[in-house]
């Protein structure tokens, strides 16, 4: 299977200037635990997380203060939709990261996560009647 085939192709987009609270907002709203950060005076795109948000948290700073660019992780790792879930799953373990923002023609495309790969790899969830009978 292809990372295309597992990735989401909702990709939430904030800029540096947004206070972690917004970020955490928007990401909460669309049930995605990583944002793609487009900063128009750095190079390249960054990726704010969801453990980056907490860790902020747990250091006791002030989320309605502290801004998006202060803890975006910016030597991000790039999938391609082409990329076999394999080669995706052995960057983010080599990496240590759950997230993988997918590049197609340089432009974000999609994030693949850990979870999608593992709900592509898992057996298909059956429901407790449905064990029962089988």
């Known amino acids: 299977m292809l990372v295309r085939d597992a990735m989401s192709t909702v990709v939430l987009t904030v800029g540096p200037d947004h206070t972690l609270r917004q970020a955490a907002t928007l990401m909460s709203a669309r049930r995605v635990g990583a944002a793609v950060v487009l900063d128009p005076d750095a190079e390249g795109i960054g990726i704010l997380t969801e453990r980056d948000i907490l860790t902020s948290v747990g250091l006791g700073q002030d989320p309605d203060a502290e801004r998006v660019q202060r803890h975006t992780t910016t030597d991000v790792v790039f999938a391609a939709p082409a990329w076999t879930l394999e080669e995706a799953a052995a960057a ?10 997918v590049l197609d023609r340089g432009e974000p495309a999609g994030i693949v996560s850990v979870r999608d790969v593992i709900r592509c790899w898992a057996p298909e969830r059956r429901s407790p009647e449905a064990a029962v009978t089988a």
């Not at 983010?92 to 923002?101: I, Q, S």
């Open 92 to 101: 983010m373990a080599h990496g240590g990261f759950r997230h993988l923002v």
